[in-house]
Structures are given as structure tokens and as C-alpha cells.
């Protein structure tokens, strides 16, 4: 089974400073691990992801997340923010070994961008 | 427009009604799946379904009733619900392992 802890219930920043949301995962076998964003009222949208390959990974709106596997690691950065990034950002991870992805998700951080 | 529809939107019942929700994917998708989303609570899975067959229940009550009649459609069928049913309901589909979820707009619910 997998587990995923988002360090940071809640992370306020100043517009165009950078960012850094945390994210551990626990697992017994290889993951994929996946960062999303919720914006108020609606679903939620695949910002970025890591498979295999290269540990550091670029998504959508200038986020980006490096995979450490020796930390169990997937922190997701943004070096310069904006307000239309305020938003709840979800992690996920799912084991390779499964058929049906089932993701397990983090309880969330709520990034809060202050003019 | 994400590819996958829910509706309806929003929804306010009263603990005796009955209702349904709904998914639909156009995505070409294999599974599908149910999530229920409480106010400073993680996402909780409540049901998966892959090519139509329900391959996870996570423990959910009786009274929340999943239906997949194919692999674009997806529906949850509610009745006698809780206040503490109350939510944010997300239906999300997935193609191959390791591709993430599409989730859909989700359904706010409301149990009067």
C-alpha cells in the first residue's frame, strides 16, 4: 500500500516570490507520483508528473517537481508566483503494480498568493 | 471542458429523496471511478470501475450506489442520505497505468 504526507496544510506567499510545496511518500514498489491543482468550485487538473526517466519534471503554469527516491521525495516548486495561483495543490502516488490505478492523495495544501 | 461531464452541478436533497449523479467520459478511458471530497478532509475513494466491472469499494455505505452500465458512463445513485453526506463528489477517469486521473467538474451536494 502507499501513503502520501503533504508537510504543509497551508503555505502564504507574496506575489512573484518562489515556492515550494512538500510531499513524502511510503511505499513497498516502484510509484508514480503526480502533483494536482484545485481551484475553487472546481475539479481537479493534472499539473505535472513522474513516471520514469529524468527526476526533475516541468508541468503546466511554470511548476516543476523533482522525484528523490532516497528522501521519498516529490516537492513541487514555482520560482516566481502569481495570483491566479492560489489554489489547492494536491499530491498522488500509485504502485506500479497496479492495474486499475488506484492514487493515493495527500491531504492537500491550500497556497495562498498575497499581493 | 476537461473530458469528463458531471452533473449536475449542484444538488440540494432532503434526507428521504432519492437522486442520482452522473459521469461521462469521451475519452476512451477504462476506468472510472467515485471520489468524495469533505471540507479539510483528504480525498476519499469510494468506488472504482474497470471495463464496467466494480473492482473496489472502499467501505462505503449502502445507501450511496454506484452504477457503470459502460465504460463512458458512470453513475452514482443516492438515497436516505446524512447531513454528514454532504460534499463535493469528483467522478474521475484513467487509460493506462501511469497516465493520472481526468477528473471531472464535480457535483456539490447538499443533504437538507
Known amino acids: 500500500a502507499q501513503s502520501v504526507t503533504q508537510l504543509d496544510s497551508q503555505v502564504p506567499v507574496f506575489e512573484e516570490a518562489p515556492v515550494e510545496l512538500r510531499c513524502n511518500y511510503s511505499?513497498?514498489?516502484?510509484?508514480?507520483l503526480f502533483w494536482y491543482v484545485q481551484y475553487p468550485n472546481q475539479g481537479l487538473q493534472l499539473l505535472l508528473k513522474?513516471?520514469?526517466?529524468?527526476?526533475l519534471v516541468k508541468g503546466i503554469n511554470g511548476f516543476e517537481a523533482e522525484f528523490n527516491k532516497s528522501q521519498t521525495s516529490f516537492h513541487l516548486r514555482k520560482p516566481s508566483v502569481h495570483i491566479s495561483d492560489t489554489a489547492e495543490y494536491f499530491c498522488?502516488?500509485?504502485?506500479?503494480?497496479?492495474?486499475?490505478?488506484?492514487?493515493?492523495f495527500g491531504q492537500g495544501t491550500r497556497l495562498t498568493i498575497n499581493p | 471542458e476537461t473530458g469528463v461531464t458531471q452533473t449536475p452541478r449542484h444538488l440540494v436533497m432532503g434526507m428521504t429523496n432519492k437522486k442520482s449523479l452522473k459521469c461521462e467520459q469521451h475519452?476512451?478511458?477504462?476506468?472510472m471511478y467515485w471520489y468524495k471530497q469533505s471540507a479539510k478532509k483528504p480525498l476519499e475513494l469510494m468506488f472504482v470501475?474497470?471495463?464496467?466491472?466494480?473492482?473496489e469499494n472502499n467501505s462505503v455505505p449502502s445507501r450511496f450506489s454506484p452504477e457503470c452500465p459502460n465504460s463512458s458512463h458512470l453513475f452514482l445513485h443516492l438515497h436516505t442520505l446524512q447531513p454528514e453526506d454532504s460534499a463535493l463528489y469528483l467522478c474521475?477517469?484513467?487509460?493506462?497505468?501511469?497516465?493520472?486521473?481526468?477528473f471531472g467538474s464535480g457535483t456539490r451536494l447538499t443533504v437538507v
Open positions: 474521475a477517469s484513467s487509460q493506462e497505468q501511469g497516465f493520472g486521473y481526468t
Open positions: 511505499s513497498s514498489v516502484s510509484v508514480y
Open positions: 513522474y513516471l520514469s526517466g529524468s527526476t
Open positions: 498522488a502516488v500509485s504502485g506500479m503494480n497496479q492495474g486499475a490505478q488506484k492514487l493515493v
Open positions: 475519452l476512451g478511458h477504462n476506468a
Open positions: 470501475y474497470n471495463f464496467k466491472e466494480q473492482t
